[in-house]
T-cell receptor, first 114, second 114 residues
Framework: GAGVSQSPSNKVTEKGKDVELRCDPI?????LYWYRQRLGQGLEFLIY????????KSGLPSDRFSAERTGESVSTLTIQRTQQEDSAVYLC????????????FGQGTRLTVV | GENVEQHPSTLSVQEGDSAVIKCTYS??????FPWYKQELGKRPQLIID?????GEKKDQRIAVTLNKTAKHFSLHITETQPEDSAVYFC?????????????FGRGTSLIVHP
């Protein structure tokens, strides 16, 4: 069956430009997460969506970062005025609601800011 | 919020040896502890998980132990093989605040030498 899909898989952008990353979760998964993974580093939590509840934005590193999700569908992560330190792999994951359920990851979007 | 520490950051073993990765967590309300394996250039994938009502779980060559009193959990891989080489992440998930966000450790790079 279809897993979590992210697009684009790679994105090279100039410093100062805005970028939009897309995540298609597994159908029926109410929870959706965005993580950032810098080269050789761990998974840094960015934002969490759970159904129609208000998102948990506590991991967003600055106001240049924002994300949206309508219901249980696609999510987009937007980074405005990109900086070189934004270069990383951005991973999206989805799961069924509740603790103790597996989070399935997408293949990630590799963002390079030049 | 939850804080997960993971050690060691790098682990090098000979094929056939055992490997142990240890994690500690801070939030006593955490009750789900997944382990993910991430091969080079690929997405993290769940390999085993444990819930707080269980002290140990095994799946072939992989086992996870949990000590809730001490707030630590460990991954044990026996009879390691070269294909076990990857980065392993532990995570802890807590229902605190109604969110179920896995907090990840920084990862352990396991290298199995043939």
């Amino acid at each position: 069956g279809a897993g979590v899909s992210q697009s684009p898989s790679n994105k090279v952008t100039e410093k100062g430009k805005d970028v939009e990353l897309r995540c298609d979760p597994i159908s029926g998964h109410t929870a959706l997460y965005w993580y950032r993974q810098r080269l050789g580093q761990g998974l840094e939590f960015l934002i969490y969506f759970q159904g129609n509840s208000a998102p948990d934005k506590s991991g967003l590193p600055s106001d240049r970062f924002s994300a949206e999700r309508t219901g249980e569908s696609v999510s987009t992560l937007t980074i405005q005025r990109t900086q070189q330190e934004d270069s990383a792999v951005y991973l999206c994951a989805s799961s069924q609601l509740g603790v103790g359920t597996e989070a399935f990851f997408g293949q990630g979007t590799r963002l390079t800011v030049v | 919020g939850e804080n997960v520490e993971q050690h060691p950051s790098t682990l090098s073993v000979q094929e056939g040896d055992s490997a142990v990765i240890k994690c500690t967590y801070s939030d006593s309300a955490s009750n789900y502890f997944p382990w993910y394996k991430q091969e080079l250039g690929k997405r993290p994938q769940l390999i085993i998980d444990i819930r707080s009502n269980v002290g140990e779980k095994k799946d072939q060559r992989i086992a996870v132990t949990l000590n809730k009193t001490a707030k630590h959990f460990s991954l044990h891989i026996t009879e390691t093989q070269p294909e076990d080489s990857a980065v392993y992440f532990c995570a802890a998930s807590s229902p605190s605040g109604g969110s179920y966000i896995p907090t990840f450790g920084r990862g352990t790079s396991l290298i199995v030498h043939p």
